[in-house]
């Protein structure tokens, strides 16, 4: 198992980032999660791609899911992207783009 040096691989920013992340609510992780998984499946498969603002379209507007249907949908986004994203791997893979 490999472990890490801390004293080596951790710098001040990077524990304030960890910091931050742990303030966060499940929901706001899930629906960033999400959010970034949707936008690198349109930059793949749309041709018309436009880039979003970070952080703005990358974080939900709020720290709650507004209600259990937006809960309940933002996972199962996720894992509808999260196929699609591995079919088209799959693909590209036997088409010998990616090795």
């Not at 198992?1 to 524990?15: I, K």
């Not at 609510?25 to 930059?43: A, N, S």
Request: some cysteine; charged content about 25%; aromatic content about 10%.
């Amino acid at each position: 198992m490999a472990t890490l040096d801390s004293q080596r691989c951790v710098n001040t920013n990077a524990m304030n980032l960890r910091k931050q992340l742990a303030d966060l609510l499940v929901w706001q992780l899930v629906e960033h999660m999400r959010l970034v998984q949707t936008d690198i499946l349109e930059f793949c498969v749309n041709r018309h791609y436009e880039e979003k603002q970070w952080p703005k379209d990358f974080w939900p507007s709020s720290a709650k899911p507004p209600n259990r249907r937006a809960w309940n949908g933002s996972i199962a986004r996720f894992k509808k992207d999260r196929r699609a994203l591995g079919q088209l791997i799959a693909v590209r893979r036997l088409l010998g783009c990616w090795p």
